[in-house]
C-alpha cells in the first residue's frame, strides 16, 4: 500500500519530534504492510508551520540513510499538507509549497467550517494552472458543510478527497466513521491514507482496513482507494473513480448503529 498523507518527518510539525521517533513509526508502518509513504508536513503560509523544502529533503536524507541501516524497507517521497490559502499557486510556482512527489496531485487540509465561495475560488485557482486538489479528511469536518454541498461542488469541480484509515476504522468516533462510509457511498471518495503522526496515530493493519472496505463497498471499490488510485497519484497519472456500493447487511448495519449510539 502506497501512503500517500503521512506525517513521517520529525521536527516539522505536530508529528514525530526525533529522528528516533521517525524511525520507530517508520518500522510499525511498514509491519501493518505500507510499503511507500509520500511525507507530507503541515505547510501554513505566513505562519505556524512552514518547512522549506530543503529542509525537508534533508529530513528525508537523513532518514532514508537510518532505515537503509536499519534494513528497513521503505519508499519515501515528498510532499506538504498544506493548509487552504489563495497563495497556494503561487507557492507552488515559486517553488515554495511542495506538490506530491512533483506531481500535479497537491493536498490541502481546509479549516474545519469549510465555506463554499473560498474553497471554490481555491479549488478553480489550482485547477486552472493545471493543479489537482485532493482534500484531506473531510469527513473529520464539521458535518454543517453537508447543508451548501460544498463537497458534492468541489468534486464536481476537479477535486478528489482522500479519507483517513482510522476514520474507516472508527479511530475518530462514531460521527466520523460514518461520514467517511457516507462520502465512498456517495461516490465522493477516491483515495485511503493513515495521516499518521506518531506513535499513537498511525495505520496498525492495512489487512483490518482493508476487510472493512470490502464489506462496504466491494473489492473492486476497495482496490481503488487503497492501492490503484495511491500509485496514480505517486506516478502523476489520472486517478480511478468509484462505481456506486451494493446495498448489504454490512452497510446497513454501520449506519443503524452509528444512528443510534450517537
Known sequence: MIDIHCHILDGLDDGPQSLDESVELCGKLKEAGISSIIATPHYMIGGGYAPTPETIKSKMDNLKGVLKEKNIDLNIYSGMEVFADHEIADGIENGEILTLNNT??????????????????????????????????????????????????????????????????GYHGKRVQKEAFALINEEMAHIVASDSHGQHRFLKDKDDLEAKLVKFCGMENTQKLMYTNPLMVLEDKDVEYLTKPKKSFFLLEIFKNIRYNT
Open 104 to 169: 500535479k496531485y497537491v493536498l490541502i487540509e481546509f479549516p474545519m467550517d469549510i465555506v463554499l465561495k473560498q474553497a471554490s475560488n481555491l479549488v478553480f485557482s489550482l485547477l486552472v494552472e493545471g493543479y489537482v486538489p485532493i482534500i484531506a479528511h473531510p469527513e473529520r469536518y464539521t458535518t454543517e458543510y453537508r447543508k451548501t454541498n460544498v463537497l458534492q461542488d468541489l468534486v464536481n469541480n476537479g477535486a478528489l478527497i482522500q479519507i483517513n484509515s482510522g476514520s474507516i476504522l
